[in-house]
């Protein structure tokens, strides 16, 4: 099984950026990823997902054109550059692993989250 480290998250104004970072580690790292999201007192939404060799990618409605999700599988790592942040991502990002190689289905692991907030 894979385990998964956030880190990059913090506090930011309105209109600036972040890099969320997901760091792998075990046995394999031959899955898809994806992120997710969890706001205080809301359920946990998706955010973003790639395939294995990144030629698939999913998006969320209300991070498409502002998040990019992308993936360094030498460095066993999968990052989510977010900009134009808005004061509604305020959020626990989450890391995921699918258990297969599609960005759907199943996930196998979660990271333990890294808190996003984005100020007014």
């Known amino acids: 099984q894979v385990q998964l480290v956030e880190s990059g998250g913090g506090l930011v104004q309105a209109g600036g950026s972040l890099r969320l970072s997901c760091a792998a580690s075990g046995r394999t790292f031959s899955s898809a990823m994806g992120w997710f999201r969890q706001a205080p007192g809301k359920e946990r939404e998706f955010v973003s997902a790639?395939?294995?060799?990144?030629?698939?990618?999913y998006y969320g409605d209300s991070v498409k054109g502002r998040f990019t999700i992308s993936r360094d599988n030498t460095k066993k790592t999968v990052y989510l550059q977010m900009n134009s942040l808005k004061p509604e991502d305020t959020a626990v990002y989450y890391c995921?692993?699918?258990?297969?190689?599609?960005?759907?289905?199943?996930?196998?692991?979660w990271g333990q989250g890294t808190q996003v907030t984005v100020s007014s």
């Open positions: 790639l395939s294995w060799g990144g030629e698939i990618t």
């Open positions: 995921a692993a699918y258990r297969g190689l599609h960005p759907s289905g199943e996930i196998a692991s």
